[in-house]
């Protein structure tokens, strides 16, 4: 893979007073970053309102979700959030779809994740580009002679699928131009997504919880805390690894406890690699490093970043970016 096609992303979660987005994507743009993006969690803001406020505070770098699902927001919503979203960046936008996590717990019905977020695409894509024919899924439709009612910037959007499914991942070899697998830090699956994925030309990110400090043993404690909230869900989903379900149970039910630092201790070092890029800015770098050098075309640096948070980014742009520019393209 050619030096300019590999990207930076920053991810941010959406936990912050509006006002704070704006600062960190411009920060991260002026250091070269390529993508800047916002999750959309349960239980967290919406992604839209901070993506509307990066859109609107940068100039280059690409926006989007990071990712919406089908279940709790409509296919019609979606095109509409993306519609704006593009407008607001001029023509910027990206969309991400994915399942989801978490939604159990709102007794959603996620059956047959595959046609629900095939559906929802052909929905978002025909709105976008005024098609007013009609259409009749088996989950989703749109009524004939109906459109969104707004001038639309660009009747086409890039599409990024997240998921860790093998169906998922060959829906994005024929309808998406990127596949997210999210919460994993670990180069061992890119060459099996890309087999899934059947479609050369589809780009693959790896997306991590990422803690950088100069203390990189400080960086690392603070991971595993946060990898441990994750690793029940992750962990049984990368088809390189075979953990013991004994340490997935253990950690499992420390973190329903509230002793997160308890469940990171469990965490090994080489685990802790799987799910995050944590470590000093030497350390974060080689890592990425090898994300690329197994085939990952983007990089993208996961909450919490740091503590504080500012810092971390702060790191991420001036530390850690620079020992990686040889291998990300030139300069801006």
């Known amino acids: 893979m050619s030096n300019a096609s590999r990207e930076l992303g920053l991810g941010l979660q959406t936990d912050k007073a509006l006002g704070e987005y704006g600062p960190l994507a411009r920060a991260a743009e002026d250091a070269g ?19 509307l406020e990066i859109a609107r505070s940068t100039q280059q770098v690409r926006v989007g979700p990071s990712c919406l699902n089908p279940f ?38 996620q059956s047959d994740p595959l046609t629900a977020i095939r559906e929802a695409w052909e929905v978002v894509r025909r709105l976008l580009e005024g098609d007013d024919s009609g259409y009749e899924g088996a989950r989703f439709s749109l009524p004939q002679g109906n459109r969104l009612r707004y001038p639309i910037l660009r009747p086409k959007v890039p599409l990024l699928v997240g998921t860790w499914s093998p169906r998922l991942a060959a829906f994005a070899g024929e309808a998406a131009q990127e ?6 830090a670990n180069p061992d699956v890119v060459p099996v997504l890309r087999e899934w994925i059947e479609n050369p ?12 400090d100069e203390d990189g043993d400080r960086a690392r404690k603070i991971a595993r805390r946060e990898v441990a909230m ?55 770098a080689n ?46």
């Open 33 to 51: 970053f390529a993508v800047v993006t916002t999750f959309n969690d349960l239980w967290f803001q919406p992604a839209l309102p901070a993506l």
């Open 72 to 109: 709790t927001v409509h296919p019609v919503e979606i095109a509409g959030q993306t519609a704006m979203l593009d407008a607001a960046a001029n023509g910027r936008a990206f969309l991400g779809l994915a399942r989801g996590a978490w939604l159990e717990t709102l007794g959603l019905d």
């Open 179 to 184: 596949l997210k697998v999210g919460g994993s």
């Open 201 to 212: 030309d589809v780009r693959i990110v790896l997306g991590a919880v990422t803690v950088v």
């Open 230 to 284: 994750y690793l029940a869900i992750v962990a049984e989903l990368d088809p390189t690894l075979a953990l013991e379900p004994e340490l997935v149970s253990r950690v499992r039910a420390l973190v329903a406890a509230g002793d997160d630092e308890g469940a990171g201790a469990l965490i090994s070092d080489d685990l802790l690699d799987r799910f995050a890029f944590a470590g000093s800015p030497e350390q974060i």
């Open 287 to 332: 890592h990425a490093e090898a994300a690329f050098d197994a085939g990952a075309a983007r990089v993208e640096f996961g909450t919490p970043h740091g503590a504080p948070e500012r810092r971390g980014i702060d790191l991420l742009c001036a530390e850690v970016l620079p020992r990686l520019r040889p291998t990300v393209g030139a300069d801006r």
